[in-house]
């Protein structure tokens, strides 16, 4: 009897493998590949970005209010925020694809921005308010500013061919830089001031057509 009721319990046993064996396994929907999550909200991207890009660019206007500043020592420190914001600013006009043109010209601004920094730690307690604007001061805004045109120029003929208001703008910027060459003293510091209004008006001309094209309405100004 015990014989009997082992043969049978191991039929059933291997009756239920085979039945078990027979039935279709689970499939898990997406197949093999990767998962795949759902598509990121592009317009919503590039909306924070041009919206940050915004901020930055009125701390730039912010900076030019005040220019040409007091004396020296702050018209150096107002133009060093100025160019702090532009390197943060071009680069994220630019977006991706750099051919190197602008990220050169990122050094050359940043080593200017650096050595007014420098001159500004190093006369401030010296002679507070009394920096006179020398050749060196002025060819080093030069430079910086140059450098942001350069790359404005680049980043028009790449994604902005087809806008003549931005070009205009830089040719405005092209006239005001050759400036420098020819204007000494106090008024240096205007021409540097001038400048830097056109980069910001060449800028934010950018970011407005960028977010047109992307069907971002533009924000009211305060």
């Known amino acids: 009897m015990n014989r009997i009721q082992t043969v049978v319990s191991a039929a059933v046993i291997a009756a239920m493998l085979v039945l078990s064996a027979c039935q279709p396994k689970p499939v898990i929907k997406g197949g093999t590949g990767p998962l795949t999550e759902p598509a990121p909200d592009l317009k919503r991207d590039v909306s924070t970005d041009i919206a940050k890009i915004r901020v930055a660019l009125k701390h730039v206007d912010e900076q030019t209010k005040s220019m040409p500043g007091r004396d020296e020592a702050e018209y150096r420190q ?33 080593s200017s921005r650096d050595m007014l920094q420098t001159d500004i730690i190093f006369y401030n307690g010296r002679l507070p308010g009394q920096l006179p604007l020398d050749a060196d001061s002025a060819s080093t805004v030069a430079t910086a500013l140059r450098a942001a045109a350069d790359s404005l120029n680049e980043i028009a003929a790449q994604q902005f061919a087809d806008q003549p208001a931005i070009n205009a703008t830089l040719k405005s910027l092209t006239a005001k830089l050759n400036e420098f060459d020819t204007t000494s003293g106090p008024m240096v510091r ?18 407005d057509v960028q977010a047109a094209r992307a069907g971002i309405k533009p924000t009211t100004q305060p």
């Open 78 to 110: 107002l133009m060093t925020d100025a160019l702090t914001e532009l390197l943060l600013v071009l680069p994220a006009v630019h977006g991706s694809g750099s051919d190197g043109r602008v990220a050169i010209n990122q050094t050359t601004i940043r």
């Open 190 to 207: 205007q021409v540097g001031k001038e400048a830097v209004i056109l980069i910001t008006d060449a800028l934010q001309q950018m970011v």
